[in-house]
């Protein structure tokens, strides 16, 4: 500890006004639950080395601080949050507004296109929709009313083009993409980056399934980033977060983007020493 370099300084962390579960007693000195969110233990790292913050959104009134992080778990970021981020000095991952599909991937096909190959069909909305789905169950709740669970399958797997059914083209709330698989063996491989500004780790895992999840994982090591994704995280301007990619047939593949990843309950110690380093970024970001 004393060999850590200690700060003063104060940073607003953007969430939406329904979302409570980062919200946390004392501006952030004591949590009220187990984590959700990677950003959890950076920030009970930074503690550590003089950082405080507190949340906020655009309902409460403005409170000065050193910086801000916008934390939003949205697909698209309402204007007023964006409005409040740019009212500091320097916001982190402030001007990442949108991650649908139709903004962040390259590999997007409608009923016209020309490729053969298969297709995988997605939501256009990050995770499936989930946090969306949650913010308005919370508002339902608040205001009394019920709100039916969606039933769309998180991806559907087609042959090609043609098999894809009508009513997935003419829903706006779904994509369908080139479905581009990186193989190892007889398994699926996917990457994942976690990274907040200079700091970064990254690891392909493999599973014999399709969707790769925690679950059906049988091998994993490190990874290389090639260019093309910094080349994406630049074009999205991202500071802070984690995209899910595969080098596929014809080269890297961007799958997902996501600027609030979850806290990896599975991995409890590799959440607390990329915290760790994390913090340090997040600090010099604050400070630049």
């Known amino acids: 500890m004393k060999n850590r370099r200690f700060v003063n300084m104060r940073i607003a962390v953007i969430t939406h006004e329904k979302d409570t579960r980062l919200r946390t007693w004392l501006d952030g000195l004591v949590l009220r639950s187990k984590p959700v969110y990677q950003i959890d233990p950076i920030l009970l790292a930074a503690r550590l080395k003089g950082l405080r913050w507190f949340y906020t959104d655009p309902g409460q009134p403005f409170r000065n601080a050193d910086a801000a992080v916008l934390h939003v778990d949205l697909s698209l970021i309402p204007q007023a ?15 990442v507004a949108d991650i649908r599909k139709r903004h962040v991937s390259c590999n997007l096909v409608d009923r016209t296109a020309s ?23 919370r508002i339902a709740t608040a205001t009394g009313h019920t709100l039916q669970k969606s039933a769309a399958p998180e991806y559907q797997l087609f042959d090609s083009i043609s098999d894809v059914p009508v009513p997935i083209w003419d829903d706006a709330s779904r994509v369908v993409e080139r479905y581009l698989p990186e193989r190892r063996g007889p398994n699926n491989v996917m990457r994942v980056w976690n990274f907040m500004g200079d700091y970064e780790r990254c690891n392909w895992y493999a599973s014999p399934e399709t969707i790769i999840k925690g679950r059906n994982i049988v091998e994993f090591g490190p990874s290389e980033v090639p260019d093309a994704l910094r080349a994406h995280r630049k074009r999205l301007g991202f500071d802070y977060g984690k995209f899910d990619f595969a080098i596929g047939p014809d080269g890297p593949v961007l799958y997902d983007a996501n600027r609030t990843p979850g806290y990896l309950h599975a991995r409890p110690d590799l959440m607390r020493q990329g915290g760790d380093r994390m913090s340090d970024e997040l600090l010099r970001l604050i400070k630049s």
Do not use: C
């Open 81 to 95: 949050y964006l409005d409040l981020a740019a009212r500091y000095r320097v916001t982190i991952n402030g001007k």
């Open 115 to 137: 490729w053969t190959g298969p297709v995988l069909v997605k939501s256009d909305l990050n995770s499936n929709g989930r946090p969306e789905v949650s913010l308005a169950r």
